[in-house]
């Protein structure tokens, strides 16, 4: 999460915060410096809220997302001692170094200004700060994992929708092909094993790429299933170079992604060229996926602006992983190339 995504909230809080602690003053009957002293409350009021609310920015914009939002509670239980020594340590520049400068007087007495009594005296307001901002940090963070898991359903919604606009009924068609298998796995092996993989497809399309996630291994046996049946259909005329890098393992990729890439290269690609094939490389690493393809294009249109799904996959891949993956579309000299790379899970 981005402070200044949520600024304008931030910014209401800290009004209200802000009102609640004057009126705090206000109905103390005047105990509180501010309303005993007005010009001298009010700059000592103005160099605490500087402070809590650089404290407040730090965490919130710095500490919790680099170390909540990556579960690393090794490193926010440093961040958080370290807003305490950094709570003092702005109070203390501001009001007893700059302001002394300024105006000559302190704001603690002589014997309060050791370093661990200055410490301890500012750890009630160090807390409150630390505290108020991880809370404020993890309700933005729930409601932004709320909206976004909305967003997920609605387009599982709207896809399962579209594919039911399609469907035949799904028992029918793999009884069919089962009975089509099973009188050519005989005769004509060749045939059915075309069979046998189609049934396999649809059989992953209807039942289980509905999920976000898929086993990688799935994943690849679809897009291998369906180059397959392009090499059927071309025959010796399909120049496509697949390579695969990398242990498989139980990894999981969300669903359908490199079918878009293959897709959008065998039906909008020059993919009969032997001098210049097809070349679509995986990696595959502990923490990652990489994806990089290259194909020649058509001079007839711009293949980069007819690419099937695009904005519709990067849509899915920021609600997914936010900033947590990058996917770039090149093309130069019909050369149309793309990269992707992935967080993977690993179960």
Same mark, same amino acid.
């Given at each position: 999460?981005?402070?200044?995504?949520?600024?304008?909230?931030?910014?209401?809080?800290?009004?209200?915060?802000?009102?609640?602690?004057?009126?705090?003053?206000?109905?103390?009957?005047?105990?509180?410096?501010?309303?005993?002293?007005?010009?001298?409350?009010?700059?000592?009021?103005?160099?605490?809220?500087?402070?809590?609310?650089?404290?407040?920015?730090?965490?919130?914009?710095?500490?919790?997302?680099?170390?909540?939002?990556?579960?690393?509670?090794?490193?926010?239980?440093?961040?958080?001692?370290?807003?305490?020594?950094?709570?003092?340590?702005?109070?203390?520049?501001? @009001?007893?170094?700059?302001?002394?400068?300024?105006?000559?007087?302190?704001?603690?007495?002589?014997?309060?200004?050791?370093?661990?009594?200055? &410490?301890?005296?500012?750890?009630?307001?160090?807390?409150?700060?630390?505290?108020?901002?991880?809370?404020?940090?993890?309700?933005?963070?729930?409601?932004?994992?709320?909206?976004?898991?909305?967003?997920?359903?609605?387009?599982? $919604?709207?896809?399962?929708?579209?594919?039911?606009?399609?469907?035949?009924?799904?028992?029918?068609?793999?009884?069919?092909?089962?009975?089509?298998?099973?009188?050519?796995?005989?005769?004509?092996?060749?045939?059915?094993?075309?069979?046998?993989?189609?049934?396999?497809?649809?059989?992953?399309?209807?039942? @289980?790429?509905?999920?976000?996630?898929?086993?990688?291994?799935?994943?690849?046996?679809?897009?291998?299933?369906?180059?397959?049946?392009?090499?059927?259909?071309?025959?010796?005329?399909?120049?496509?170079?697949?390579?695969?890098?990398?242990?498989? $393992?139980?990894?999981?990729?969300?669903?359908?992604?490199?079918?878009?890439?293959?897709?959008?290269?065998?039906?909008?690609?020059?993919?009969?060229?032997?001098?210049?094939?097809?070349?679509?490389?995986?990696?595959?690493?502990?923490?990652?996926?990489?994806?990089?393809?290259?194909?020649?294009?058509?001079?007839?249109?711009?293949?980069?602006?007819?690419?099937?799904?695009?904005?519709?996959?990067?849509?899915?891949? @920021?609600?997914?992983?936010?900033?947590?993956?990058?996917?770039?579309?090149?093309?130069?000299?019909? &050369?149309?190339?793309?990269?992707?790379?992935?967080?993977?899970?690993?179960?």
């Amino acid at each position: 999460m981005e402070l200044k995504n949520t600024f304008k909230y931030h910014l209401a809080l800290g009004i209200i915060i802000i009102s609640m602690d004057l009126f705090r003053g206000y109905v103390t009957g005047g105990h509180d410096r501010f309303f005993s002293n007005i010009q001298l409350g009010l700059l000592y009021k103005t160099t605490f809220y500087i402070t809590f609310f650089s404290v407040y920015a730090i965490n919130v914009g710095i500490i919790c997302p680099k170390t909540l939002a990556k579960k690393n509670l090794v490193y926010f239980i440093l961040g958080q001692l370290l807003l305490f020594f950094l709570f003092a340590g702005i109070r203390f520049l501001l @009001e007893e170094v700059i302001v002394f400068s300024i105006g000559g007087f302190h704001n603690y007495s002589d014997s309060s200004r050791t370093f661990w009594y200055y &410490i301890f005296d500012n750890s009630y307001y160090s807390l409150k700060v630390i505290l108020f901002s991880t809370f404020i940090y993890l309700l933005f963070r729930f409601l932004e994992n709320k909206n976004k898991i909305h967003q997920l359903q609605l387009e599982h $919604k709207k896809a399962e929708l579209d594919a039911l606009k399609t469907q035949l009924e799904p028992h029918f068609l793999f009884n069919t092909l089962n009975v089509f298998y099973s009188e050519l796995a005989e005769t004509q092996p060749e045939t059915a094993k075309g069979i046998h993989k189609l049934s396999e497809l649809l059989r992953y399309l209807t039942y @289980e790429a509905h999920k976000d996630f898929m086993p990688l291994s799935k994943e690849l046996k679809f897009i291998k299933d369906y180059i397959y049946f392009y090499k059927k259909r071309f025959e010796n005329n399909l120049f496509l170079n697949l390579t695969i890098k990398g242990e498989i $393992k139980n990894q999981q990729i969300p669903s359908l992604v490199f079918i878009h890439f293959i897709e959008n290269i065998c039906k909008h690609g020059i993919i009969n060229d032997e001098n210049n094939p097809v070349e679509i490389s995986i990696i595959i690493n502990s923490y990652f996926l990489e994806l990089n393809t290259k194909n020649t294009v058509s001079n007839v249109k711009n293949y980069s602006s007819t690419g099937i799904g695009k904005e519709n996959l990067r849509k899915r891949l @920021e609600l997914l992983f936010e900033n947590e993956f990058t996917f770039n579309t090149n093309e130069i000299n019909n &050369i149309y190339t793309t990269y992707l790379k992935i967080p993977i899970k690993n179960n």
